[in-house]
């Protein structure tokens, strides 16, 4: 009797343990389809820098950390899209300014030099005259005069649904930095940018008039190898295009190839002379003859015409942004980008009379000088 009750519960105790078993794989089943839409969310998630503050704000929420108006005075912006003057506090202007001239997804780090070296080259322009095309402005939004902007209704039409995104990531990176400028002998510098240097900036004095002790040529090595482009010019058009700039060069379709040599180039690689027959020109006005991305470049031949080899994108002084970027992805601080790219200059606070305070200390790194934090 005993060893039958016995094989009797071993069965019931199997059957208990199936059930269970059948119970677990439906209840595990279950949870997989109600958690599948988070699985497949976070699986394509855009990786972003971590905000130092929580919840995320809203734009509204930004706006009631940071008293924009409390910290700089007035500008009057040109707004040459709306053909309107505006006026706006500095800061508000420079995130406007951030957004328009360096992509939002690049590195904190290189927002918040980005947001430097625009607040410094609007302050330097504005003691030199402000905007030129329009004289009650102190600054233009037209990036041909002084520096490209986006207002809240351009944001929305570049950015699309990453406006708030986007436009929260900027709006951090200059009110982090709020305040600080680049100096040189206390002096606000000229603080230059371009887009991307092909891995060598560039002496101020090969490109613009001066030179400037600050703006001397420097090593890039982050740059993205991507901004290379070859630019193909058929030999209809090249010699129509130098014969109606350089008439005198006498070149034509017949000695066009034989007649176009570059003679000089600076140390970094860039062209300071090119030869079109009997006319020498600049590199930088072979770049704007050509339409070419930077100064930087090599002359090729094709069946069809001349290809022009390019590195980098701009005049290639001062900050490089694809640089900046590259020197944030390997570790960089924004000091230490800006004072890769600006020779000997101090980073100091904008002082209230409006020139540079030189009582106030570079913020130490590792501190935000500005706690957008709530909670303390
Ligand atoms: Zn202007």
């Known amino acids: 009797m005993k060893r039958k009750t016995y094989k009797i519960n071993r069965i019931k105790l199997f059957g208990m343990l199936a059930l269970l078993l059948v119970l677990l794989l439906a209840l595990f089943l279950l949870a997989r389809v109600l958690l599948s839409g988070d699985g497949t969310t976070q699986g394509t998630a855009r990786v972003t820098q971590e905000p130092f503050y929580t919840p995320a704000p809203t734009i509204v929420d930004l706006y009631a950390y940071f008293d924009w108006t409390e910290t700089t005075n007035d500008i009057a912006v040109y707004d040459h899209?709306?053909?309107?003057?505006?006026?706006?506090?500095?800061?508000?202007?420079i995130v406007g300014v951030v957004s328009a001239e360096m992509p939002a997804y690049y590195d904190f780090e290189a927002l918040k030099a980005q947001a430097v070296a625009s607040r410094t080259?609007?302050?330097?322009?504005?003691?030199?005259?402000?905007?030129?095309?329009?004289?009650?402005?102190?600054?233009?939004?037209?990036?041909?005069c002084c520096q490209a902007?986006?207002?809240?209704?351009?944001?929305?039409?570049?950015?699309?649904?990453?406006?708030?995104?986007?436009?929260?990531?900027?709006?951090?990176?200059?009110?982090?930095?709020?305040?600080?400028v680049l100096t040189y002998n206390g002096k606000?510098?000229?603080?230059?940018?371009?887009?991307?240097?092909?891995g060598q900036t560039e002496d101020s004095e090969n490109v613009y008039a001066n030179a400037l002790p600050y703006l001397r040529g420097v090593d890039s090595p982050y740059e993205d190898p991507m901004r290379q482009e070859d630019a193909e010019i058929g030999f209809a058009e090249l010699v129509a295009l130098i014969a109606a700039k350089y008439p005198e060069s006498g070149i034509g379709e017949d000695n066009v190839r034989s007649e176009i040599e570059i003679v000089s180039t600076y140390e970094s690689g860039r062209v300071e002379t090119l030869r079109l027959g009997k006319?020498?020109?600049?590199?930088?006005?072979?770049?704007?003859?050509?339409?070419?991305?930077?100064?930087?470049?090599?002359?090729?031949?094709?069946e069809n015409g001349i290809v022009f080899h390019t590195k980098g994108f701009g005049h290639g002084v001062g900050l490089s942004q694809n640089g900046a970027n590259g020197m944030a992805k390997h570790g960089s601080t924004y000091e230490q980008i800006l004072h890769h790219y600006y020779t000997d200059v101090l980073i100091t606070v904008y002082g209230e009379d409006g020139l540079p305070d030189l009582k106030h200390e570079t913020p130490d790194?590792?501190?935000?000088?500005?706690?957008?934090?709530?909670?303390?």
Not at 149 to 170: C, F, I, K, L, P
Not at 283 to 296: D, W, Y
Not at 365 to 376: F, K, Q
């Open 81 to 93: 899209r709306a053909d309107k003057l505006v006026t706006m506090s500095l800061e508000e202007y």
């Open 121 to 144: 080259y609007t302050l330097y322009s504005m003691a030199h005259g402000g905007c030129h095309t329009n004289p009650d402005a102190d600054v233009c939004t037209n990036s041909k």
């Open 149 to 180: 902007y986006s207002s809240h209704e351009r944001m929305q039409e570049t950015w699309g649904r990453d406006y708030a995104e986007n436009y929260n990531r900027v709006a951090e990176a200059v009110m982090y930095t709020a305040g600080e």
């Open 188 to 198: 606000l510098c000229d603080a230059l940018y371009h887009a991307c240097s092909g």
């Open 279 to 302: 006319t020498k020109i600049t590199g930088k006005q072979a770049r704007n003859l050509f339409n070419l991305r930077s100064t930087m470049f090599t002359i090729g031949w094709s």
């Open 365 to 376: 790194p590792g501190e935000p000088s500005l706690n957008l934090n709530p909670e303390g």
